[in-house]
């Protein structure tokens, strides 16, 4: 039995109570018609500029979760709210997007930047027109429809596509890249959004080992540098200003450990922990995926040659080091 007191003894890594968040859920539930029962009760206050990420087995309400904030799946109470926007946007105060009709909700939704699994690029288009069609939500219908969007909205793009590295790409056909190169492309779209707000559904789930921590590395260092742009247009000192706050539904939690700030475990629809990366003991995993010895695996006698080590996912987990951790509006996000 799982038991959310004992999860939630582990050290909390919430906001300031003072703070506003990028993103507040209260008593989130979604009941599927079909009956299944996919959140119970949720409540979780994210703070601007935190890189969030969702684990749990399967079936455990990852996805549902994600796609209950921008509404793609509607919850079946509970309420959820997007934060006041980031320096230099016009958008209002706290909103709730559970309140929104069509039309609001159309218009909130250009401040939440998704990036999915499987890229959901257009492929006969080009690397630069999938990333300026981030900007679908702000240009009048016939320059999107004309493919003329705004000199500053290319020029964006182009700076966009050569931070994700991607520059010498931009006239390729998206179906000519490589999966690691599409996902790139899908962050470059998400981020030409202005977003303050992103939700990544299993950003690496058909990457290899190797790409996935670059992919995983990049999100976490383009919602940093966002929360340092915020505190130049503010003109305050580092780490006290907002920037972009992630929740990343990730499977792998050597990953997931390595990368995020903040770690929220769901099982079976609840919140089971709520923490630090480093606070994922063999316990709280236990709490998580259920009973499985998640220590090291050991050598039996007829194997000398060291059985690589598994993760709840269920594939091999890689121990490259200790990420560098250190950058100073990480710890005011903590
Ligand atoms: N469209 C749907 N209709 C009915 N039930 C659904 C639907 N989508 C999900 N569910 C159910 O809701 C529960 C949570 O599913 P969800 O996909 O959110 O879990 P998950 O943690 O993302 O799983 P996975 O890691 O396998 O993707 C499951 O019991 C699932 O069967």
């Known amino acids: 039995m799982v038991c959310p007191t004992t999860a939630s003894s582990a050290k909390r890594v919430s906001p300031d109570a003072s703070s506003p968040s990028a993103l507040r859920l209260a008593r989130l539930s979604k009941r599927y018609p079909a009956g299944d029962r996919a959140l119970s009760d949720v409540s979780l206050s994210v703070p601007p500029g935190q890189v969030l990420g969702l684990i749990g087995p399967s079936g455990a309400g990852k996805s549902t979760l994600i796609r209950c904030i921008n509404r793609l799946v509607e919850p079946t109470s509970g309420q959820v709210f997007l934060g006041p926007a980031r320096p230099g946007s016009p958008a209002p105060d706290e909103i709730e997007l559970t309140a929104l009709g069509r039309r609001g909700l159309r218009r909130a939704r250009r401040r939440i930047g998704m990036i999915f699994q499987e890229y959901a690029l257009v492929e006969r288009l080009t690397v630069m027109e999938n990333v300026l069609s981030g900007r679908l939500g702000y240009v009048p219908f016939w320059r ?81 540098e966002a929360g340092r742009a915020d505190d130049t247009r503010r003109g305050s000192g580092p780490g006290s200003g907002r920037g972009l706050a992630a929740i990343v539904n990730i499977h792998d939690v050597a990953l997931a450990q390595q990368f995020m700030m903040r770690i929220v475990g769901l099982r079976a629809g609840r919140i089971v922990y709520d923490g630090p990366p480093e606070g994922l003991s063999p316990e709280v995993l236990t709490q998580i995926y259920g009973e499985e010895d998640w220590g090291p695996a050991t050598e039996d006698a007829g194997h000398s040659g060291g059985a690589p080590e598994r993760h709840p996912a269920g594939a091999t987990q890689h121990h490259p080091g200790p990420e560098p951790p250190t950058d100073q509006s990480m710890a005011g996000a903590l």
């Open 144 to 224: 999107s429809w004309l493919r003329r969007f705004p000199p500053a909205d290319i020029a964006n793009a182009y700076r966009l596509l050569d931070r994700v590295g991607l520059a010498e790409h931009a006239d390729k056909r998206a179906d000519a890249l490589s999966g690691g190169q599409r996902q790139r492309v899908g962050i470059a779209r998400a981020l030409a959004q202005e977003p303050d707000l992103l939700l990544v559904d299993e950003p690496t789930a058909s990457l290899d080992p190797k790409t996935s921590r670059q992919i995983m590395r990049l999100l976490r260092e383009v919602c940093l």
